[in-house]
């Protein structure tokens, strides 16, 4: 493994091990960058998804970080990404080596299902509201909704035209939809890269609203203020009510904030990668405080 990616998992192990460690919900989840990430499974286990070279696997952690970390290969060509647990109590990742949504038992078992649209880049995964595992599609621009058969439907994403997205070949715009989460109001939230939030309905609706810095934005978790919190690359971390209403935390300048937590104490940390550093930050009480990053873990 890199020396970079060794130490991104370092960064996405801490940020969970604090929501361990402070009680967090068991779907509370946390991911680093380059296809970094985990999730808190069955008795605070801990996911994490390491993306291999040529083949991927999912790495299980107990949840004291006691003990080795036992890995489970996943299927040749296997590039997973990002990891959530399900309503089954399974971990269930998305592959952007395999183009689909992969479920492993506790055991190690390992099902693919393919996605019914070819390189769509499957990116980040949350259980929605209605039980099931949404996710979005990055090069496809669409979200797509699995149930527990397997079975796959996508729809496209909000579509912000005239902002001066990138266009395909045929000089159309597509959507670039990146982080999701399931929100305290009972609908989904996701990121477009385009420098959007926009809410999605169980039903299909969609409302968008401008992150106040177009920094590239990923990852979007819920914090104990249920608010939505979003890292949002070199603008920083954006905070976000149901109503759309936001606020912009600075992590300085040339910042590239990749991953962020949210805690049960109100506090939110997030992961700097800015030159390299890879150092830590604590958002609490509206002022944010920098940490040395953590040793890597493995």
Do not use: C
């Not at 299980?60 to 290969?73: F, I, K």
């Amino acid at each position: 493994m890199s020396r970079t990616l060794t130490v991104l998992v370092g960064i996405a192990v801490a940020l969970s091990l604090l929501l361990v460690s402070a009680g967090a919900a068991p779907r509370a989840s946390a991911d680093g960058y380059a296809g970094v990430a985990l999730g808190i499974g069955p008795g605070g286990t801990l996911w994490v998804v390491d993306q291999g070279s040529g083949t991927g696997s999912l790495v299980r952690y107990a949840p004291s970080g006691a003990g080795l970390p036992a890995a489970h290969l996943l299927p040749l060509g296997s590039t997973p990404n990002v990891v959530t647990v399900g309503p089954d109590r399974a971990p269930w990742f998305t592959d952007q080596g395999l183009n689909a949504i992969g479920r492993m038992t506790v055991g190690g078992r390992v099902t693919v299902y393919p996605l019914p649209t070819r390189d769509a880049v499957p990116d980040y995964i949350a259980v929605g509201p209605d039980g099931a595992p949404w996710f979005t599609e990055l090069k496809a621009g669409k979200i797509g909704r699995i149930d527990m058969r397997g079975r796959i439907t996508e729809r496209a994403a909000y579509v912000p035209r005239g902002r001066g997205m990138p266009a395909d070949a045929n000089g159309v715009y597509s959507a670039h939809p990146t982080g999701i989460v399931a929100g305290p109001d009972g609908n989904l939230w996701f990121t477009e890269q385009e420098g959007f939030l926009v809410r999605l309905s169980t039903a299909g609706r969609q409302t968008p609203y401008h992150l106040p810095a177009s920094g590239l934005p990923s990852q979007i978790v819920v914090g104990a203020d249920k608010a939505l919190w979003i890292a949002d690359g070199d603008g920083g971390v954006a905070r976000a009510d149901t109503s759309g209403r936001m606020t912009l935390f600075s992590a300085g300048a040339n910042a590239l904030v990749v991953a962020v937590a949210a805690t049960p104490d109100g506090s939110v940390w997030f992961s700097d990668q800015e030159g390299g550093k890879n150092t830590l930050a604590r958002i609490a009480h509206g002022r944010v405080t920098a940490f040395p990053a953590p040793p890597a873990s493995i």
